[in-house]
């Protein structure tokens, strides 16, 4: 049985729902974070990149959600939930797959940016570049789910479990929120969210679960 090292409020929770999605047994442990917000010590021992999400499946520990999705959708859930080579959207997938982290990366960019004092201008090409980025990812998911109702093709996948961590969650640490000048995306996110195996996930693990009694 595959276990879940679950650390609250992280992208972990993406493999908590991809395993309700495929009805596969899991064992869920949960870390909390501390005072700092930061992992406690002894999840960062579990991996050596100390991030989440990670899990155990036997001897195997294994880091980084992209990895995880795809390992378990191939390994135990028979591919139903993957785009396989040859499929028309193969393509698509791989990249909606690998893209849901750009988001992060202009999010921490900007907030260092912040940090450092940097103000935003034409005269700043760091903050320009960043901010481009940024407008650049929303006006490609808007294209995107303006010719699809999903990301990875026709049919939800787990190109579409990558990027709700982003679209949802991420706006607590200040990512931008989805609203009505993104209609496309808003309705994606409507649609997932209305998932019953996404909000039995987010009960057991999302940003406001509790962590289940000793």
């Known amino acids: 049985m595959i276990t879940i090292h679950h650390l609250g409020i992280s992208q972990s929770d993406r493999v908590v729902w991809l ?3 495929l009805g596969l047994p899991y064992e869920l442990k949960w870390y909390n974070r501390g005072e700092d917000f930061l992992a406690p010590a002894e999840y960062r ?3 050596p990149v100390g991030t ?3 899990i155990s ?3 195997l ?10 390992y378990i959708s191939q390994q135990y859930g028979g591919g139903t939930l993957s785009v396989l080579p040859g499929d028309p959207d193969y393509a698509q997938y791989l990249f909606w797959m690998h893209f849901n982290n750009n988001l992060q990366s202009v999010l921490f960019m900007k907030l260092a940016f912040q940090a450092g004092g ?3 201008g034409d005269d700043n090409p760091m903050t320009t570049t960043t901010q481009r980025r940024e407008d ?3 006006n490609a998911l808007e294209q995107r789910l303006k010719e699809s109702d999903y990301l990875g093709g026709n049919r939800f996948t787990c190109a579409d479990i990558m990027s709700m961590f982003n679209l949802t969650s991420l706006s607590m640490l200040g990512a931008r929120q989805i609203d009505d000048a993104l209609p496309n995306t808003l309705a994606y996110v409507q649609r997932v969210t209305a998932r019953p195996a996404y909000q039995k996930a987010m009960s057991i693990a999302g940003p406001e679960a509790t962590p289940p009694a000793a």
């Open 19 to 21: 395993m309700e999605e």
């Open 45 to 47: 021992a579990l991996h």
């Open 52 to 54: 989440a999400p990670i």
């Open 57 to 59: 499946d036997d001897n």
């Open 61 to 70: 520990v294994m880091a980084e959600s992209t990895a995880i999705v795809e």
């Open 118 to 120: 940097a103000q935003a």
């Open 136 to 138: 650049g990812i929303y």
